[in-house]
């Protein structure tokens, strides 16, 4: 036996899986499958090329594994681990694809280590389970908890088990923390972020966080061959998303949705290997693909409903030309943005453009870096680079990630790329539409989930998309349709034809008439929607009511939160508000009510900034 130190790779680690031989007794006629995850980081690792990282373990398990060079997920954790729990994009049950959310699922979706149960394995998960929708966690799991373990299977039993590891989470960045151990003179700080001493400090915190997460992973591998299982087990490294410092998790930038991944097959079950230890894999993977990768590999059939494909194992399909990431609503805040990503372009399109990247989102203003470029832009020390990222939005980016990977290079405009901006535009399209995308609609609309959206006729899919798209362009020539489409019997045809004329502004007066008239809508969101429009229009006199009517409405949280975001925007207009949402504030907070509950948290903002206590964010021009 080889054993690997908690802090140096005291033996190779794939030296003793070298030595050939029969198969124990006892030992599975299945792999083993192992999935050690981390949360939060991009591919911070030697292994993918950066000189800063100290990942001697991971780099390791790369030279002598598969390593993925494009993998991607969603940009934030739940809506991901859905897709990995149900090989399925969250955007088909929605609100799933949101941030902590309750997706509406079918009755027959399960969660897959269920059909690994079925086949004999042990499934353990360690720990986490948010996965923004009722999976029945016993029907997939053995055992979930900060006790489960592979180890508590029957002898012979071949298992799947996953450890989850925390220490990169975002809440590392967080003032409690220690100081770092590398040197924050030292980082490389990527020129969409101010040059602060804040950021360079957390920089140095988080690779000092990356250094000691690989020294868990060498006491994992070492607990695995101290029990006799590392030449009867292929294991998997990856990231649950995209890193934590300021433009990474929860956008749709590279770093906000590539993580590594690492998959290593001992000798004794390479021949389900996609490609010879020591590869890099350039086509591109997703999390989507996890769930039927692994099914593939313990030989157990892929249910038909799965929307990922195999890359290894018997049932291995042909490399993926695009994958798809999604980015909604973040705790309370909203915004939507769809991405593509291939071999080398990425693709987003941006549906509300006129929302800032940046909003002032409670948990992630916690970190000193994002706190410091607040401040750079209120002194107006921002650079042209800096700035793109903390104001509008262009409604499409085109990034070349070979040649780009800090993604501020964008060419959507560039007719030299116009043929790669339309096949992705094609790509985006014919996912949207084969997942009835859920995120085209309001959040708390009676359409949301599977089978809801699923229903002939229900949701229109085809022309939302279409009248989202052409909202997006911001085009005043487009305003008869948008005034037409707000008399549509469809809800989410109105609901974006009014987030259509608010993303107008004061071009869009003529549709007055219309707005009004939609104040009184059968849709909460389409009211909320035209309420906005109405006060672009310098009108918030007649959206104040809705407004205040609809952010009291506890009992109906999606649009309370939603009429609370617009409030929020309004910004200076919102103060003859004042007293009435400082009632609404108290009365939220009552038991038992959490005192950060989202609704909290935003009226929270909205009463500190009109009262002085907290300073608005500043959104300079983009030059």
Same mark, same amino acid.
């Given at each position: 036996?080889?054993?690997?130190?908690?802090? +140096?790779?005291?033996?190779?680690?794939?030296?003793?899986?070298?030595?050939?031989?029969?198969?124990?007794?006892?030992?599975?006629?299945?792999?083993?499958?192992?999935?050690?995850?981390?949360?939060?980081?991009?591919?911070?690792?030697?292994?993918?090329?950066?000189?800063?990282?100290?990942?001697?373990?991971?780099?390791?398990?790369?030279?002598?594994?598969?390593?993925? @060079?494009?993998?991607?997920?969603?940009?934030?954790?739940?809506?991901?681990?859905?897709?990995?729990?149900?090989?399925?994009?969250?955007?088909?049950?929605?609100?799933?694809?949101?941030? =902590?959310?309750?997706?509406?699922?079918?009755?027959?979706?399960?969660?897959?280590?269920?059909?690994?149960?079925?086949?004999?394995?042990?499934?353990?998960?360690?720990?986490?389970?948010?996965?923004?929708?009722?999976?029945?966690?016993?029907?997939?799991?053995?055992?979930?908890?900060?006790?489960?373990?592979?180890?508590?299977?029957?002898?012979?039993?071949?298992? &799947?088990?996953?450890?989850?590891?925390?220490?990169?989470?975002?809440?590392?960045?967080?003032?409690?923390?220690?100081?770092?151990?590398?040197?924050?003179?030292?980082?490389?700080?990527?020129?969409?972020?101010?040059?602060?001493?804040?950021?360079?400090?957390?920089?140095?915190?988080?690779?000092?966080?990356?250094?000691?997460?690989?020294?868990?992973?060498?006491?994992?591998?070492?607990?695995?061959?101290?029990?006799?299982?590392?030449?009867?087990?292929?294991?998997?490294?990856?990231? *649950?998303?995209?890193?934590?410092?300021?433009?990474?998790?929860?956008?749709?930038?590279?770093?906000? #949705?590539?993580?590594?991944?690492? %998959?290593?097959?001992?000798?004794?079950?390479?021949?389900?290997?996609?490609?010879?230890?020591?590869?890099?894999?350039?086509?591109?993977?997703?999390?989507?693909? &996890?769930?039927?990768?692994?099914?593939?590999?313990?030989?157990?059939?892929?249910?038909?409903?799965?929307?990922?494909?195999?890359?290894?194992?018997?049932?291995?399909?042909?490399?993926? @030309?695009?994958?798809?990431?999604? =980015?909604?609503?973040?705790?309370? +805040?909203?915004?939507?943005?769809?991405? %593509?990503?291939?071999?080398?372009?990425?693709? $987003?399109?941006?549906?509300?453009? *006129?929302?800032?990247?940046?909003?002032?989102?409670?948990?992630?203003?916690?970190?000193?870096?994002?706190?410091?470029?607040?401040?750079?832009?209120?002194?107006?020390?921002?650079?042209?680079?800096?700035?793109?990222?903390?104001?509008?939005?262009?409604?499409?980016?085109?990034?070349?990630?070979?040649?780009?990977?800090?993604?501020?290079?964008?060419?959507?405009?560039?007719?030299?790329? =116009?043929?790669?901006?339309?096949?992705?535009?094609?790509?985006?399209?014919?996912? %949207?539409?084969?997942?009835? *995308?859920?995120?085209?609609?309001?959040?708390?609309?009676?359409?949301?989930?599977?089978?809801?959206?699923?229903?002939?006729?229900?949701?229109?899919?085809?022309?939302?998309?279409?009248?989202?798209?052409?909202?997006?362009?911001?085009?005043?020539?487009?305003?008869?349709?948008?005034?037409?489409?707000?008399?549509?019997?469809?809800?989410?045809?109105?609901?974006?034809?009014?987030?259509?004329?608010?993303?107008?502004? *004061?071009?869009?007066? #003529?549709?007055?008439?219309?707005?009004?008239?939609?104040?009184?809508?059968?849709?909460?969101?389409?009211?909320?929607?035209?309420?906005?429009?109405?006060?672009?229009?310098?009108?918030?006199?007649?959206?104040?009511?809705?407004?205040?009517?609809?952010? +009291?409405?506890?009992?109906?949280?999606? &649009?309370?939160?939603?009429?609370?975001?617009?409030?929020?925007?309004?910004?200076?207009?919102?103060?003859?508000?004042?007293?009435?949402?400082?009632?609404?504030?108290?009365?939220?907070?009552?038991?038992?009510?959490?005192?950060?509950?989202?609704?909290? +948290? $935003?009226?929270?903002?909205?009463?500190?900034?009109? @009262?002085?206590?907290?300073?608005?964010?500043?959104?300079?021009?983009?030059?």
């Amino acid at each position: 036996m080889y054993r690997l130190s908690a802090t +140096r790779i005291a033996a190779p680690f794939l030296a003793v899986l070298l030595v050939a031989g029969v198969a124990r007794a006892g030992a599975p006629a299945k792999p083993n499958i192992l999935w050690l995850v981390s949360e939060d980081n991009g591919p911070f690792l030697g292994c993918y090329g950066d000189p800063l990282a100290k990942t001697p373990t991971l780099d390791k398990l790369a030279g002598e594994g598969v390593l993925y @060079e494009r993998c991607f997920t969603m940009p934030v954790c739940a809506p991901s681990r859905f897709t990995l729990i149900s090989g399925m994009y969250p955007t088909t049950c929605g609100p799933a694809q949101h941030m =902590r959310a309750a997706g509406k699922i079918p009755s027959w979706l399960k969660g897959f280590p269920a059909y690994l149960r079925a086949a004999g394995y042990y499934t353990s998960n360690n720990a986490k389970t948010d996965y923004n929708a009722p999976i029945k966690i016993k029907e997939a799991w053995n055992a979930s908890g900060k006790k489960a373990h592979y180890q508590n299977r029957a002898a012979g039993q071949p298992f &799947f088990s996953v450890f989850n590891h925390e220490t990169s989470h975002e809440s590392c960045l967080f003032p409690k923390n220690e100081l770092p151990a590398f040197d924050p003179a030292v980082m490389r700080i990527p020129p969409y972020q101010p040059d602060t001493p804040e950021m360079r400090a957390d920089w140095a915190r988080y690779y000092t966080r990356i250094a000691r997460l690989d020294s868990q992973i060498a006491a994992k591998l070492e607990e695995l061959a101290d029990d006799g299982l590392a030449d009867d087990t292929i294991v998997f490294y990856y990231a *649950d998303n995209g890193g934590v410092l300021p433009r990474s998790k929860r956008f749709l930038q590279e770093s906000g #949705t590539h993580v590594p991944l690492i %998959v290593y097959y001992p000798p004794k079950w390479r021949h389900l290997a996609p490609a010879a230890p020591g590869s890099r894999i350039k086509e591109p993977v997703h999390f989507v693909d &996890f769930a039927p990768t692994v099914l593939s590999l313990a030989g157990v059939r892929i249910p038909k409903y799965m929307q990922g494909h195999a890359f290894a194992g018997a049932a291995k399909a042909a490399p993926n @030309e695009y994958v798809f990431c999604t =980015r909604d609503r973040m705790d309370e +805040r909203y915004d939507m943005m769809r991405s %593509v990503a291939g071999s080398r372009w990425l693709y $987003i399109h941006n549906y509300r453009p *006129d929302l800032p990247y940046v909003q002032p989102l409670n948990y992630m203003f916690q970190a000193r870096g994002y706190q410091s470029w607040a401040s750079d832009a209120r002194d107006g020390k921002l650079t042209p680079a800096t700035s793109m990222f903390w104001g509008g939005k262009p409604a499409e980016e085109l990034y070349d990630m070979s040649a780009d990977p800090d993604s501020v290079h964008n060419h959507a405009a560039d007719p030299a790329h =116009r043929e790669t901006l339309d096949g992705m535009r094609a790509a985006l399209k014919r996912r %949207v539409l084969a997942n009835k *995308d859920n995120g085209f609609l309001p959040e708390g609309s009676v359409l949301e989930g599977y089978d809801a959206s699923r229903v002939p006729g229900a949701y229109p899919i085809e022309r939302v998309f279409a009248l989202a798209t052409l909202a997006a362009e911001r085009n005043a020539d487009n305003l008869p349709k948008l005034i037409k489409s707000l008399d549509d019997p469809s809800e989410p045809v109105r609901w974006w034809a009014a987030q259509g004329c608010t993303l107008l502004r *004061d071009k869009s007066v #003529t549709a007055e008439p219309a707005l009004r008239k939609c104040l009184k809508d059968k849709s909460g969101a389409v009211q909320i929607a035209a309420a906005e429009a109405l006060a672009s229009l310098g009108k918030p006199e007649l959206a104040m009511p809705v407004l205040l009517r609809r952010v +009291r409405q506890s009992a109906k949280p999606p &649009f309370a939160l939603q009429a609370a975001n617009v409030l929020d925007r309004l910004g200076e207009a919102a103060r003859p508000a004042l007293p009435a949402l400082k009632s609404v504030l108290a009365d939220a907070r009552k038991p038992p009510a959490k005192e950060d509950a989202y609704p909290v +948290r $935003i009226l929270t903002h909205i009463i500190d900034v009109l @009262e002085g206590r907290e300073q608005p964010l500043v959104y300079p021009a983009v030059p």
